[in-house]
Nanobody
Framework: QVQLVESGGGLVQPGGSLRLSCAAS????????MGWYRQAPGKQRELVATITSGGTPNYADSVKGRFTVSRDNAKNTVYLQMNSLKPEDTAVYYC?????????WGQGTQVTVSS
């Protein structure tokens, strides 16, 4: 059983920064992809950023140049540094771990960008 625990969400003003963390525990295959998805009210869940166990990142066009995904394989932890936040970044952010075709999800953490 794999568990994902997120932290770091909150309220921030436009232009501000937040850092999300997600720690995975349980039986985790070493070759995996971890990352972040988000879901705004009334919208479908969408990719934000992922990173492979080898360190290759992938970003949604909407966050390129503003967000940075990273991971610590020794700690089974993935991070999302979010800079220059915009109101449209407001959403519940979900941590994801994918092993081949199996997906595991965190409980989600709210990020609100508002003045």
């Amino acid at each position: 059983q794999v568990q994902l625990v997120e932290s770091g969400g909150g309220l921030v003003q436009p232009g501000g920064s937040l850092r999300l963390s997600c720690a995975a525990s349980g039986s985790i295959f070493s070759h995996n992809t971890m990352g972040w998805y988000r879901q705004a009210p009334g919208k479908q869940r969408e990719l934000v950023a992922t990173i492979t166990s080898g360190g290759t990142p992938n970003y949604a066009d909407s966050v390129k140049g503003r967000f940075t995904v990273s991971r610590d394989n020794a700690k089974n932890t993935v991070y999302l540094q979010m800079n220059s936040l915009k109101p449209e970044d407001t959403a519940v952010y979900y941590c994801n771990l994918r092993v081949i075709i199996t997906n595991y999800w965190g409980q989600g953490t709210q990020v609100t960008v508002s003045s």
